[in-house]
Protein backbone atom coordinates (compact mmCIF):
# COMPACT_ATOMS: atom_id res chain seq x y z
CA UNK A 1 0.00 0.00 0.00
CA UNK A 2 1.84 3.32 -1.28
CA UNK A 3 -1.16 5.30 0.41
CA UNK A 4 -3.44 4.93 3.20
CA UNK A 5 -6.24 6.36 1.31
CA UNK A 6 -5.55 4.85 -1.79
CA UNK A 7 -3.65 6.27 -5.12
CA UNK A 8 -4.72 7.60 -8.35
CA UNK A 9 -2.31 6.88 -11.36
CA UNK A 10 -1.05 9.35 -13.61
CA UNK A 11 -3.22 8.21 -16.51
CA UNK A 12 -6.47 8.89 -14.12
CA UNK A 13 -5.43 12.41 -13.60
CA UNK A 14 -6.91 15.91 -15.60
CA UNK A 15 -4.79 16.56 -18.38
CA UNK A 16 -2.87 19.23 -16.78
CA UNK A 17 -1.54 17.81 -13.81
CA UNK A 18 -0.83 14.34 -16.30
CA UNK A 19 1.33 16.80 -18.03
CA UNK A 20 2.93 17.77 -15.26
CA UNK A 21 3.74 15.29 -13.50
CA UNK A 22 4.53 13.32 -16.63
CA UNK A 23 7.97 15.77 -17.02
CA UNK A 24 8.55 15.26 -13.65
CA UNK A 25 8.06 11.07 -14.23
CA UNK A 26 9.99 10.92 -17.30
CA UNK A 27 13.02 12.65 -16.05
CA UNK A 28 12.74 10.32 -12.94
CA UNK A 29 11.92 7.08 -14.23
CA UNK A 30 8.64 7.05 -12.08
CA UNK A 31 6.12 8.03 -10.67
CA UNK A 32 6.79 9.61 -6.93
CA UNK A 33 3.90 8.63 -4.75
CA UNK A 34 3.23 12.12 -3.56
CA UNK A 35 1.26 12.66 -6.56
CA UNK A 36 -0.25 9.69 -6.90
CA UNK A 37 -1.68 9.51 -3.06
CA UNK A 38 -2.62 13.67 -3.37
CA UNK A 39 -4.30 13.03 -6.99
CA UNK A 40 -7.23 12.48 -6.10
CA UNK A 41 -7.98 15.44 -4.56
CA UNK A 42 -6.60 17.63 -8.29
CA UNK A 43 -6.86 21.27 -6.88
CA UNK A 44 -4.87 20.25 -3.86
CA UNK A 45 -2.52 19.12 -5.90
CA UNK A 46 -2.08 21.64 -8.00
CA UNK A 47 -1.74 24.22 -5.23
CA UNK A 48 0.54 22.18 -3.50
CA UNK A 49 2.88 21.84 -6.77
CA UNK A 50 2.25 25.56 -7.29
CA UNK A 51 3.25 26.05 -4.32
CA UNK A 52 6.45 24.38 -4.13
CA UNK A 53 7.82 25.14 -7.66
CA UNK A 54 7.12 28.92 -6.23
CA UNK A 55 9.95 27.99 -3.50
CA UNK A 56 11.68 25.27 -4.67
CA UNK A 57 12.50 26.49 -8.74
CA UNK A 58 13.93 29.74 -7.58
CA UNK A 59 17.18 31.17 -9.24
CA UNK A 60 17.62 33.27 -6.42
CA UNK A 61 19.16 32.79 -3.19
CA UNK A 62 19.43 30.02 -1.30
CA UNK A 63 20.82 27.84 -3.83
CA UNK A 64 18.60 24.19 -4.79
CA UNK A 65 20.90 22.12 -2.87
CA UNK A 66 20.58 24.90 0.57
CA UNK A 67 16.62 24.53 -0.72
CA UNK A 68 16.87 20.84 -0.30
CA UNK A 69 18.51 20.88 3.17
CA UNK A 70 16.05 22.55 4.39
CA UNK A 71 13.34 20.36 3.24
CA UNK A 72 15.91 17.23 4.42
CA UNK A 73 16.56 19.13 8.28
CA UNK A 74 12.39 19.93 8.88
CA UNK A 75 11.52 16.39 7.37
CA UNK A 76 14.02 14.49 9.38
CA UNK A 77 12.94 16.16 12.66
CA UNK A 78 9.23 15.67 12.15
CA UNK A 79 10.01 11.58 11.51
CA UNK A 80 8.78 11.89 7.74
CA UNK A 81 9.75 8.91 6.33
CA UNK A 82 8.71 9.86 2.85
CA UNK A 83 10.31 13.13 2.61
CA UNK A 84 13.29 12.06 3.75
CA UNK A 85 14.03 9.72 1.28
CA UNK A 86 12.39 11.40 -1.33
CA UNK A 87 14.07 14.84 -0.54
CA UNK A 88 17.14 13.12 0.90
CA UNK A 89 17.83 11.72 -3.18
CA UNK A 90 17.48 15.16 -4.15
CA UNK A 91 19.96 16.78 -1.80
CA UNK A 92 22.14 14.20 -2.51
CA UNK A 93 22.16 14.54 -6.18
CA UNK A 94 22.18 18.55 -5.23
CA UNK A 95 24.53 18.76 -3.30
CA UNK A 96 26.92 16.12 -5.24
CA UNK A 97 27.54 14.36 -1.64
CA UNK A 98 26.15 10.81 -1.12
CA UNK A 99 26.34 11.43 2.63
CA UNK A 100 25.03 14.26 3.61
CA UNK A 101 21.22 13.42 3.57
CA UNK A 102 21.64 10.92 5.93
CA UNK A 103 23.32 12.51 8.15
CA UNK A 104 21.32 15.47 8.19
CA UNK A 105 18.10 13.67 8.31
CA UNK A 106 19.36 11.27 11.16
CA UNK A 107 20.55 14.45 13.61
CA UNK A 108 19.95 17.88 11.67
CA UNK A 109 21.10 19.70 15.21
CA UNK A 110 24.32 17.86 15.47
CA UNK A 111 25.26 17.24 11.91
CA UNK A 112 28.77 19.75 10.71
CA UNK A 113 28.16 21.68 8.91
CA UNK A 114 29.92 25.16 7.35
CA UNK A 115 28.67 28.16 9.09
CA UNK A 116 25.87 29.35 6.37
CA UNK A 117 24.60 25.30 6.23
CA UNK A 118 24.62 25.19 10.00
CA UNK A 119 22.37 28.72 9.76
CA UNK A 120 19.65 27.51 7.52
CA UNK A 121 19.60 24.11 8.93
CA UNK A 122 18.87 25.75 12.99
CA UNK A 123 16.50 28.25 11.33
CA UNK A 124 14.24 25.72 10.02
CA UNK A 125 14.93 23.42 12.92
CA UNK A 126 13.75 26.09 14.97
CA UNK A 127 10.68 26.90 12.89
CA UNK A 128 9.54 23.36 12.27
CA UNK A 129 9.81 21.60 16.20
CA UNK A 130 8.87 25.03 18.28
CA UNK A 131 7.24 27.33 16.31
CA UNK A 132 5.37 28.88 19.36
CA UNK A 133 9.16 30.03 20.86
CA UNK A 134 9.95 30.96 17.08
CA UNK A 135 11.06 34.72 17.40
CA UNK A 136 14.06 37.63 16.60
CA UNK A 137 16.86 35.88 18.47
CA UNK A 138 16.68 33.11 15.51
CA UNK A 139 16.29 35.58 12.55
CA UNK A 140 19.63 37.18 14.06
CA UNK A 141 21.67 34.63 14.02
CA UNK A 142 20.58 33.57 10.54
CA UNK A 143 21.56 37.27 9.72
CA UNK A 144 24.94 37.14 11.36
CA UNK A 145 25.77 34.05 9.45
CA UNK A 146 25.14 35.66 6.26
CA UNK A 147 21.24 35.25 5.56
CA UNK A 148 19.68 37.54 3.10
CA UNK A 149 16.05 38.81 4.35
CA UNK A 150 14.90 36.78 1.50
CA UNK A 151 17.12 33.76 2.13
CA UNK A 152 15.63 34.02 5.67
CA UNK A 153 12.30 34.28 4.09
CA UNK A 154 13.21 31.39 1.56
CA UNK A 155 14.26 28.77 4.76
CA UNK A 156 11.00 29.95 7.22
CA UNK A 157 8.69 29.14 3.90
CA UNK A 158 10.20 26.00 3.19
CA UNK A 159 10.29 24.91 6.84
CA UNK A 160 6.60 25.65 6.81
CA UNK A 161 5.17 23.89 3.57
CA UNK A 162 7.21 20.82 4.23
CA UNK A 163 6.18 20.94 7.91
CA UNK A 164 2.26 20.56 6.39
CA UNK A 165 3.36 18.11 3.62
CA UNK A 166 5.25 15.74 6.19
CA UNK A 167 1.90 16.29 8.29
CA UNK A 168 -0.38 15.11 4.80
CA UNK A 169 2.74 12.33 4.64
CA UNK A 170 2.06 10.80 8.25
CA UNK A 171 -2.01 11.07 7.26
CA UNK A 172 -2.12 9.29 4.29
CA UNK A 173 0.67 6.66 5.65
CA UNK A 174 2.95 7.46 1.87
CA UNK A 175 5.65 4.94 1.03
CA UNK A 176 8.68 6.51 -0.77
CA UNK A 177 9.19 5.03 -3.87
CA UNK A 178 11.88 2.64 -3.96
CA UNK A 179 13.60 4.34 -6.38
CA UNK A 180 14.82 7.20 -4.21
CA UNK A 181 16.73 5.11 -1.95
CA UNK A 182 19.57 4.45 -4.59
CA UNK A 183 19.33 7.56 -6.11
CA UNK A 184 22.67 10.34 -5.40
CA UNK A 185 24.56 7.16 -3.79
CA UNK A 186 27.10 6.35 -6.78
CA UNK A 187 29.01 9.18 -7.05
CA UNK A 188 29.20 8.39 -11.16
CA UNK A 189 25.26 9.18 -11.12
Not at 9 to 17: A, S, T, V
Not at 35 to 57: C, W
Request: glycine letters at 6%.
Amino acid sequence: MDSRFGVTELEDLPEDLRERIGVIAEKSGFVPNVFRALGHRPAELRAFLDYHDALMERSDGLSKAERELVVVATSGANHCTYCVVAHGAILRIRAKDPQLADRVATNPWQVELDERGRAIVDLALALARKPELFGEAEIEAARKAGLTEDEIWDVGAITALFAMSNRLAHLTALRPNPEFYAMGRDQKR
